[in-house]
């Protein structure tokens, strides 16, 4: 009896073990932006060789990253929230470009780590705003805006 006890407990503790080591894994694997619309990921080893629209970002980069790995992902908000953006990550502005009336911001942010190489800085937060709108993606926006 007291060994079937014993079994039952070290049965318990591996299971409690594997459902914190899979929580802390969900953790890690977090949306990098909170309440954006039209989210994506992109996947590949350019980073914009898949895009995958996503409805779930929490659920499908967990799944996307076991599979393939997701490379950047991006996301779309009403209005101008460039400044709000670049804060939360405590991004600095690398340099900005402007064409067809889109403002686009490169920007460099610790908390992101990781980046590419443009202009001869590292950027890993490229925020675009125009026509009421906002794109924050890391390491860059893929796609239309």
């Known amino acids: 009896m007291r060994r079937m006890c014993r079994v039952c407990k070290a049965v318990a ?23 954006g619309e039209r989210y994506e990921f992109y996947l590949g080893a350019s980073s ?8 779930t970002p929490a659920r499908d980069k967990l799944l996307l990253s076991g599979l393939s790995g997701v490379a950047g992902e991006s996301a779309r908000y009403e209005g101008d929230c ?18 067809c009336g ?9 908390a992101l780590g990781g980046g590419v190489r443009l202009n001869g800085k590292t950027v890993n937060l490229h925020i675009a705003v125009g026509n009421g709108q906002t794109a924050a993606g890391t390491p860059l926006i893929f796609g239309g805006f």
């Open 82 to 99: 460039a400044a709000e953006i670049a804060a939360r990550f405590g991004a600095k502005l690398q340099f900005t470009e402007e064409a």
């Open 13 to 35: 503790v591996i299971v409690c073990c594997a459902l914190c080591a899979a929580f802390g894994c969900a953790l890690l694997r977090a949306p990098v932006f909170e309440g």
């Open 102 to 110: 889109v403002v686009n911001y490169y920007m460099y942010a610790p």
């Open 48 to 55: 914009s060789q898949t895009v995958v629209p996503s409805q």
